[in-house]
């Protein structure tokens, strides 16, 4: 008979390993097979760093196990909280604070009414100190419709910021207050609905003395309602930010002008390195953003259909240590496309755009491409046909790249037909790697083939 081999008669240190190859529930699972892998388990402190996201119900029957990890610091993430559960959380939160290492909370807000003293017994466990915290999300569900709940005090952690604490979200909470737990934090998302009551004779750095990103979530746009949450609610930017992101709610109901939010794009934009807007319904806002980049020198540009619609088109512009990406309707490309090439103080160098009959059209006609300037086309399927086409002659080009899917198939001679009239200039055509060329022998002898790992 062969020998059968049990887990508890390996070493101790091998038997952990394979423990912690299983995910948070499977380790409760074998916890509880017998005494003794228990007691490993148990002592083996790392394999309780992350429990799932869990309800406050889940939460409760975890209890014997989420407090093990101690001082390695515990990763906390409690999902659809409702009012009745708040106290239970509150207790539990005020034990496990000392070694919580991130915690998120997601509030079902829209269910919450007359709720103080179910909030004061919330902040009193924050009251708590949070040695290893570094990550803290007060967040309701994603979708941002409810207001939220009540203002955020400013002496959670005693007023003290814990020391590792880089990362802040909030949504379910108003920040009224400039709160000095956050003097570390250097990542913050929050809705412009959590920056509110009006903002706007403050800064962000008032608030977050050490951001460098911000992601600004759920701006609306001011001619929709009699009180929006719109961008000029929002802190201002006066000092140097690394990232700014603004994402807008999408609405579909077509262009519409905000001057306000306009104003305080252009106003924020020159103290950005990187900044991207999305969804922007608001035409002035991307041309805010765009604007931005005057004087940048150098310019790149890449232009594609917005990987999760094809309705859009994403523009993501790029000088030296500064980049700007807006997303556009793609009716809406020409006029902010024309903008950008025509910005002063900027040499667009580098362009990348889908090979429409289109695109490439007014990019002959509005691009007044330096020497040397390389043009990238993104083909969806063949190169388009242009012989019957008229286009300007954009001398400087003298490299074309060729960029779309693997196993897309180019004809080589449609290209130099394109080139004939458009690129005489050019030098050397770069095909992706997985393309399959045909009629390679249309190219002029002047021009090289280069294969390219895109």
């Not at 990238?376 to 899917?405: A, C, W, Y």
């Amino acid at each position: 008979m062969p020998q059968t081999h049990h887990l508890l008669g390996l070493p101790l240190e091998i038997t952990a390993d394979i423990l912690s190859l299983l995910s948070f529930s499977d380790v409760v699972s074998v916890s509880t097979v017998c005494s003794e892998l228990r007691r490993l388990a148990l002592a083996e402190r790392k394999l309780w760093q992350t429990p799932p996201r869990v309800t406050v119900a889940r939460l409760r029957k975890l209890m014997p196990f989420v407090g093990r990890p101690g001082k390695l610091g515990l990763d906390l993430s409690v999902r659809a909280i409702r009012q009745h559960e708040v106290a239970e959380l509150s207790v539990t939160l005020g034990a496990l604070m000392p070694c919580l290492r991130e915690l998120s909370l997601e509030f079902l807000t829209g269910r919450f009414s007359n709720y103080k003293l179910d909030l004061e017994a919330l902040w009193h466990a924050f009251q708590s100190p949070a040695p290893l915290l570094r990550r803290l999300a007060l967040t309701e569900p994603g979708d941002l419709l409810h207001e939220p709940l009540s203002w955020l005090p400013s002496n959670i952690f005693l007023g003290s910021p814990p020391p590792n604490l880089t990362y802040v979200e909030i949504t379910a909470f108003e920040i009224t207050e400039i709160c000095s737990a956050f003097a570390h934090v250097t990542r913050v998302r929050a809705s412009v609905a959590a920056l509110t009551p009006d903002h706007s004779t403050t800064r962000v750095h008032d608030h977050f003395p050490a951001v460098d990103t911000l992601d600004i979530l759920g701006a609306e746009f001011g001619a929709m309602f009699q009180d929006p949450y719109v961008l000029p609610r929002v802190p201002r930017i006066d000092r140097a930010l690394d990232v700014l992101n603004v994402d807008w709610t999408l609405e579909r109901l077509g262009a519409r002008k905000d001057a306000g939010s306009e104003a305080w794009l252009s106003a924020a934009a020159p103290f950005v390195r990187s900044l991207e807007i999305c969804y922007p319904e608001c035409p002035g806002a991307t041309d805010a953003v765009l604007a931005s980049l005057s004087g940048a020198g150098s310019l790149s540009v890449d232009i594609s259909y917005s990987q999760w619609d094809g309705d859009y088109i994403e523009i993501i512009a790029a000088g030296t240590g500064i980049t700007r990406t807006v997303t556009v309707a793609a009716g809406d490309l020409t006029p902010h496309f024309v903008k950008l090439l025509d910005l002063p103080g900027v040499a667009v160098e580098d362009v990348c755009l889908p090979a429409t009959v289109d695109n490439l059209q007014n990019l002959s006609v509005f691009w007044c491409c330096p020497a040397k300037a390389r043009l990238g086309l993104i083909l969806d399927g063949d190169f388009v046909e242009t012989d019957s086409k008229e286009f300007r002659v954009m001398n400087g080009v003298t490299m074309v790249g060729l960029h779309g899917p693997a196993g897309t198939t180019v004809d080589l001679g449609k290209v130099c037909d394109f080139m004939r009239k458009a690129t005489p200039n050019v030098a050397a055509i770069r095909v992706c790697d997985g393309f399959q060329v045909l009629n390679a022998q249309d190219l002029p002898p002047k021009v090289t083939l280069e294969r390219v790992a895109y």
